[in-house]
């Protein structure tokens, strides 16, 4: 068997769906009564706590101090005020905020992978395809129809027959696949990932988004390697959801029908952004459209 690797790197942004836990949730509404005429919101109230534990941020401690009765927030608010000493101290960072704070699926974010993000294969350590951009990879992109290209769609039949459950894809679903000169697949559909669909919510639900600088490296073993076995998977509702001048490929990799889960190595990021009961960023947005 041959050790193939295939890195995703680049700039690619990552979403985290939760829903603010009911303890909090309450703690929250109590301190909006004691924060200044700026934190008029629970979102507010969320991103002022989340300013706390942002690195390279501006001084979020300050910021919640100057717009918060400290004595009355102590006081009601036992469960954040918990929260923010540990943040003050610097013992915690934005990863505990999630845990502390929100029920999150850790297990299903979802990442946007664009054309401008680079691409690099190796087999057995020799590289196969140079690093460049997936635009340039992939090329131009023709939809598959299955009279003129009977081989492609029953590779995509095969796909969907095996992973259509874990993506509570409906049976009638009429599938469309598009094919890359190189015979690349790129399947976009209203794919419903099971973990994510108890975030499905319009109360309380909160979206995390991370503008990451990442390598994904997925490894497969084969014995050889096939181009035309490769497939990216995605989200048909990602351009309302995510506005962006780069094309969308996927959120999700495939050879020869196993889905790949990738090792992920985030060297920095560009920023952190919070939303709150957002009416386009939501979970169910993304799914439900």
């Excluded at 090329?139 to 769609?153: F, H, I, L, R, S």
């Excluded at 181009?227 to 959801?241: C, E, H, I, R, T």
Aim: hydrophobic fraction near 40%.
């Amino acid at each position: 068997m041959k050790e193939i690797n295939i890195n995703i790197s680049g700039r690619i942004p990552n979403y985290m769906f939760g829903i603010v836990l009911p303890e909090y949730y309450d703690e929250c509404e109590k301190a909006l009564s004691y924060a200044s005429d700026d934190i008029q919101t629970i979102e507010d109230m969320l991103k002022l706590l989340y300013g706390t534990v942002l690195v390279g941020a501006d001084d979020g401690i300050e910021e919640f101090k100057t717009n918060m009765d400290m004595e009355q927030f102590k006081a009601d608010c036992p469960l954040l005020f918990e929260f923010f000493k540990e943040a003050e101290e610097g013992s915690i960072g934005y990863l505990q905020f999630y845990e502390a704070v929100f029920d999150m699926a850790w297990h299903d974010q979802v990442n946007l992978i664009e054309d401008d993000a680079f691409i690099t294969i190796t087999v057995d350590d020799q590289e196969v395809v140079a690093k460049q951009k997936l635009a340039d990879f992939l090329g131009e992109t023709q939809w598959v129809d299955e009279e003129e290209d009977p081989k492609t769609a029953s590779i995509v039949k095969a796909f969907w027959a095996k992973n259509q459950a874990d993506f509570s894809l409906h049976e009638d679903t009429e599938f469309n696949a598009y094919k890359s000169k190189n015979g690349v697949l790129q399947l976009h559909e209203w794919i419903g990932p099971k973990g994510l669909s108890a975030y499905k919510v319009r109360e309380r639900n909160v979206t995390f988004e991370h503008d990451n600088i990442v390598d994904f490296d997925f490894y497969v073993e084969a014995e050889e390697f096939d181009l035309s076995k490769l497939a990216f998977l995605g989200f048909s509702n990602v351009a309302d959801f995510h506005n962006s001048a780069p094309e969308y490929v996927g959120s999700f990799m495939a050879y020869d029908n196993e889905l790949i889960h990738p090792d992920q190595n985030i060297h920095r990021d560009k920023g952190f952004t919070l939303e709150y009961e957002p009416s386009r960023k939501s979970c169910d947005f993304l799914i439900e459209g």
